[in-house]
DNA sequence: TAATCGATCTTTTTT
DNA sequence: AGATCGATTA
């Protein structure tokens, strides 16, 4: 240690620097909210390399989002640039990448597309023919997280989920036609190879071998299938170091076991543990405020974290009449900060130690559920207040761009039953369900599966128009498998060449490829802009095919974006080569990165400050800002209602995640009353509040009753409002609360008379005392309601 | 067979 | 409030 100290590894802490050249046995990093884990991991990767001769190739790391593992791989990248050949994804796709390569050893087509939820529910209501939706969805839900669990239809486990026989037998049949399809679903891309793994020691060993080094981020995610998983990938000379935090374990209903980063040592034998409790990121109160909440949790390793940063700006928590109150003050702070950041003579409120001007981008607002985001979206869009919403975009979720796709799976895999249904006759063609069934049955009956060369077969036998538009179907797939071998270039073999033997020469990442084209959509409806590569073939499904003319007829009437949307696609198409290759590196990377930004959402985002973060609480993982507003903290929304002992726990976590995002900042606000399914329903402070350590926080607004010990912040206390409101003067009476640009929220106090008129006298949270005539008023004070 | 109108349900959270 | 689903109707 004498010797001199690489600089990369001169700027960790002890205990940072102690992870990193940790060797030998498997290793435990407990790692608290913004102590600097990935710059841990990282670093590790580098450090291997350079100073353990390590093999960049021969080290595995694996995440949860591709977000997580592309920022992974830059940042290892730089420190050393052989970090690159180290092979970085996450958990889903190098299961893909596993069975694309050995799934045939389990009776796997290596040309498998991957089926996502509303496929699985499309598949499985084929089996469950006249059950109700709901129960298929949660069939459905139940499938999946039986593999979580590595749980087969056999197992006798898996009356832990459901003990019925019959749910047992839709699990079996339902296996079996995905089988026949020779398509997986996202449990099958962690449970397939472990199952190869486990049946085929040769190839065990070998994988074995391949990776001396295996590294696991947010480990308390995993679930029990990823754990085995990593099980048949550690051998006897593996070193495997997983990193985590269980107070940050959000993901139990997808199956996520925190036993596991609890019982690692257990597993795991000889296990060393390093904790890193440094916080580098949030303000002492802030910190304090998230640690006194999840401290209420049972069942945690227990840590401490302390704030490197020290003191800062308390948190502040805002008690607001609505959610469109609440976009509203979401709002002003944000017009605020900026003003703040233009005009910094303006000083009213004071922020200790944070000079840097504000910009957008520096806030986030948080939100339990997706739909709460629209509240947001209204309030900013009116204002011109630039934002991005994190997650739910949900492009490849509409119907345009699903309707593509599965023109696109069919191509690529003819036995694909649920994309055939969906688009054989769409638009329609004469093709009703009787004879979609009959195509099915038939192609069942062949050895194929091929439902195009069963349906080809059929036609004579088919009623006129059904025939000919059988015909028409047929046409178009042909059209587009032309398309594709029309440019089929000899690169294509690259990636099949190494398929079976050295996988050790592999090139990875094609997860991080993807470059950041922005291409412009040709904004006319006119026709849709054929680009280069696959994007060719994909403009000729959705054009011949009908799709494209049906969709423009029904955004005129509903002025919808879906031939827009449909023309991202094929943008989206133009990176990836027109061969069956690249169609199914297309679709598997659209099925494990839905992340993709897509130009539909960005509305102001180019603009200078950037744009503000809106996102879900479980989306914030691994983020940071500068500014967070927590928003919707009311019993029901969050925690959701009902939610007790584990699930409580997780909503704690939850909160804890959220909390700890932020940097210089933090609000929360809560709602006396909110919308639900269009109806206004009163609400309670979430149970959190109540646990939260009161000298972290400040209030405002008005507590409602019940929220007892608590007194607002600014010297207006719940007393004041204990009795009826006064008459009102002029318009204004006590308890009114408002808005001034200056001075921030405030509550009128009292309103007298005088000989100029009424005067009224408001005290701000700031504690300021502020009277103005009535008639003066002018644009500066905003009434933004009262609480009664 | 397709389009339109009401009734009903919706909301977790995501790879 | 909005989407989705089913039944009714053209």
């Known amino acids: 240690m004498t010797d001199a100290i690489p600089s990369y590894l001169e700027i960790l802490n002890p205990e940072q620097r102690a992870a990193v050249l940790h060797t030998k046995n498997p290793l435990l990093i407990l790692a608290g909210a913004g102590s600097g884990k990935t710059r841990v991991i990282t670093t590790k990767i580098a450090w291997l390399i350079r100073e353990q001769g390590v093999d960049p190739r021969s080290i595995l790391a694996v995440t949860f989002t591709n977000k997580a593992a592309r920022e992974m791989a830059e940042r290892a990248r730089l420190i050393d640039g052989r970090a690159g050949d180290a092979m970085l994804r996450t958990f889903h796709s190098f299961g893909a990448w596993f069975l694309r390569r050995n799934g045939s050893l389990a009776g796997l087509d290596p040309r498998f597309v991957i089926y996502d939820d509303d496929d699985m529910i499309a598949l499985l209501s084929s089996i469950m023919e006249d059950a109700p939706k709901a129960e298929v969805k949660q069939t459905a839900h139940k499938i999946s997280r039986a593999k979580d669990y590595f749980y087969s239809p056999d197992s006798p486990e898996l009356d832990l989920i459901d003990s019925r026989k019959s749910f047992?037998?839709?699990y079996k049949e339902y296996e079996e036609k995905l089988g026949r399809i020779g398509n997986v679903d996202f449990g099958d891309l962690i449970k397939k190879p472990v199952e190869i793994l486990r049946s085929q020691s040769d190839i065990a060993h070998r994988f074995q071998n391949r990776f001396e080094v295996i590294m696991v981020d947010e480990y308390q995610d995993a679930n029990i299938a990823q754990f085995e998983l990593l099980k048949s990938l550690?051998?006897?000379?593996?070193?495997?170091?997983?990193?985590?935090?269980?107070?940050?374990?959000?993901y139990r209903f997808r199956g996520a076991e925190v036993r596991n980063?609890?019982?690692?040592?257990?597993?795991?034998?000889?296990?060393?543990?390093?904790?890193?409790?440094?916080?580098?990121?949030?303000?002492a109160p802030i910190l304090k405020a998230a640690s006194s909440v999840v401290d209420h949790n049972r069942g945690r390793l227990g840590k401490t974290l302390r704030a490197e940063r020290g003191d800062g700006k308390q948190p502040v928590l805002a008690f607001l009449p609505d959610q469109d109150e609440e976009a509203v003050y979401c709002a002003k702070l944000i017009e605020n900060s900026i003003k703040a950041g233009k005009e910094p003579a303006n000083s009213t409120i004071s922020n200790s130690g944070i000079s840097k001007p504000a910009v957008y981008s520096d806030w986030a607002i948080l939100y339990r559920t997706n739909a709460q985001s629209l509240g947001f979206e209204t309030e900013f869009l009116r204002r011109r207040i630039p934002y991005r919403v994190v997650g739910s975009l949900k492009f490849y979720e509409r119907e345009e761009i699903k309707d593509a796709l599965a023109l696109l799976a069919f191509m690529a895999n003819p036995r694909d039953e649920v994309a055939f249904r969906r688009v054989v006759n769409k638009p329609s063609r004469g093709v009703g369900p009787a004879t979609v069934d009959r195509i099915i049955a038939a192609a069942e009956n062949n050895s194929t599966g091929d439902l195009a060369a069963a349906a080809r077969a059929l036609i004579p036998v088919l009623s006129a128009k059904a025939g000919a538009g059988t015909k028409t179907f047929l046409k178009v797939i042909e059209g587009g498998r032309a398309a594709l071998e029309q440019t089929a270039e000899p690169e294509a073999a690259e990636d099949e060449s190494d398929k079976t033997s050295a996988d050790v020469k592999e090139t990875i990442n094609s997860a991080n490829v993807a470059p950041k084209k922005r291409k412009?959509?040709?904004?006319?409806?006119?026709?849709?802009?054929?680009?280069?590569?696959?994007?060719?073939?994909?403009?000729?499904?959705?054009?011949?095919?009908?799709?494209?003319?049906?969709?423009?007829?029904?955004?005129?009437?509903?002025?919808?974006?879906?031939?827009?949307?449909?023309?991202?696609?094929?943008?989206?198409?133009v990176l990836y080569e027109a061969s069956e290759a690249g169609l199914l590196e297309?679709?598997?990377?659209?099925?494990?990165?839905?992340?993709?930004?897509?130009?539909?959402?960005?509305?102001?985002?180019?603009?200078?400050?950037?744009?503000?973060?809106?996102?879900?609480?479980?989306?914030?993982?691994?983020?940071?800002?500068?500014?967070?507003?927590?928003?919707?903290?009311?019993q029901g929304v969050f925690p959701r209602e009902d939610k007790k002992d584990d699930e409580l726990e997780e909503e704690r976590r939850l909160f804890y995640v959220g909390?700890?995002?932020?940097?210089?900042?933090?609000?929360?606000?809560?709602?006396?009353?909110?919308?639900?399914?269009?109806?206004?329903?009163?609400?309670?402070?979430?149970?959190?509040?109540?646990?939260?350590?009161?000298?972290?926080?400040?209030?405002?607004?008005?507590?409602?009753?019940?929220?007892?010990?608590?007194?607002?912040?600014?010297?207006?206390?719940?007393?004041?409002?204990?009795?009826?409101?006064?008459?009102?003067?002029?318009?204004?009476?006590?308890?009114?609360?408002?808005?001034?640009?200056?001075?921030?929220?405030?509550?009128?106090a009292d309103v007298r008379d005088s000989e100029d008129g009424p005067v009224v006298r408001v005290l701000f949270e700031t504690g300021k005392e502020v009277r103005f005539l009535s008639r003066h008023q002018g644009s500066r004070f905003m009434k933004i309601g009262r609480d009664d």
């Not at 980063?261 to 990121?281: A, M, Q, W």
């Not at 009753?705 to 608590?710: E, I, M, Q």
């Not at 207006?716 to 204004?732: E, F, L, Q, S, V």
Request: aromatic share 8%; proline share 3%; net charge negative.
């Open 168 to 170: 047992r037998r839709i």
């Open 659 to 748: 909390a700890t995002r932020a940097m210089d900042e933090l609000y929360l606000t809560s709602c006396a009353v909110r919308r639900v399914f269009g109806r206004t329903m009163p609400m309670e402070p979430s149970l959190f509040l109540r646990e939260i350590d009161r000298s972290a926080l400040r209030i405002i607004g008005n507590a409602p009753y019940g929220f007892a010990g608590l007194t607002p912040g600014g010297g207006y206390g719940n007393a004041r409002y204990g009795g009826k409101p006064a008459a009102a003067i002029d318009g204004w009476s006590q308890g009114d609360r408002l808005y001034h640009d200056d001075h921030g929220y405030g509550a009128v």
């Open 234 to 250: 550690v051998g006897p000379h593996t070193y495997l170091c997983v990193v985590g935090d269980d107070d940050q374990s959000i």
């Open 586 to 634: 297309f679709l598997e990377h659209i099925e494990l990165d839905r992340s993709l930004e897509t130009a539909a959402a960005e509305n102001e985002t180019d603009s200078a400050g950037g744009a503000v973060t809106l996102i879900t609480f479980h989306n914030t993982k691994g983020l940071e800002f500068r500014r967070v507003v927590m928003t919707g903290i009311e």
């Open 520 to 573: 412009r959509s040709s904004k006319n409806n006119e026709g849709l802009a054929a680009g280069e590569g696959l994007s060719v073939c994909v403009v000729h499904l959705i054009q011949e095919s009908g799709i494209a003319e049906y969709h423009a007829a029904h955004d005129e009437i509903s002025g919808n974006q879906r031939i827009n949307n449909l023309q991202e696609l094929a943008n989206a198409a």
């Open 261 to 283: 980063i609890l019982e690692f040592p257990d597993r795991f034998p000889g296990t060393d543990i390093i904790r890193l409790e440094s916080n580098y990121r949030s303000t």
